[in-house]
């Protein structure tokens, strides 16, 4: 039995902004929270501060300095510990983000080779004069496009990889300062 054509669905246009969206949205989201978390610690630290030295008035004088002084240096910890993790976060998502190009790039030049492979296979079968030389033809294209995407899919691996690797490096590297004895 002869079919007619297949019908396809003609391709969504993509819209340029939708493309970064995923992405975009749980950065702001998470910045939001990073700067909530700091205006909060700052606030208790502030708020510890103004406890201990009305605390420390009732204290004698050298007490309560010594309070005044222990309390400001537990604050100016914390605002030390929240810049640091702020500058983490912010190293983690540039590498990640300068990763995450390297691999488009990577991605979009495989799109490009597999297009042309595809163009100049078509207009090599436009050529064929017999059906073994369109067999042969197709052969040969079909084992070097395997060829191509097994070297493609090991280096978007590899990129991938140094994505996540890149992303998580900062992190790393600061809790090992955190549990680093001192």
Excluded: C, W
Excluded at 64 to 74: D, Q, R, S, Y
Excluded at 107 to 122: C, D, F, P, R
């Amino acid at each position: 039995m002869a079919t007619g054509p297949r019908k396809t669905k003609a391709a969504a246009p993509v819209d340029e902004a939708s493309k970064s969206a995923p992405v975009a949205e749980p950065v702001a989201e998470f910045t939001e929270q990073v700067t909530e978390a700091v205006e909060s610690t700052q606030e208790a630290a502030q708020h510890a501060v103004a406890e201990a030295t009305q605390a420390a008035k009732t204290f004698e004088p050298v007490k309560a300095e010594a309070i005044t002084a222990e309390v400001a240096k537990v604050q100016e910890a914390a605002k030390e510990a929240v810049a640091e993790t702020a500058h983490t976060l912010e190293d983690s998502f540039s590498a990640a983000s300068k990763s995450l190009q390297a691999f488009s790039s990577k991605a979009l030049e495989a799109y490009q080779a597999n297009a042309k492979a595809s163009v100049s296979y078509l207009q090599a079968l436009s050529g064929v004069r017999s059906v073994s030389e369109a067999i042969a033809l197709q052969s040969d294209h079909m084992r070097k496009q395997y060829e191509t995407l097994t070297a493609q899919a090991k280096e978007l691996t590899a990129l991938a990889q140094q994505v996540a690797a890149d992303a998580a490096g900062p992190f790393k590297d600061q809790i090992g300062k955190a549990f680093k004895p001192k």
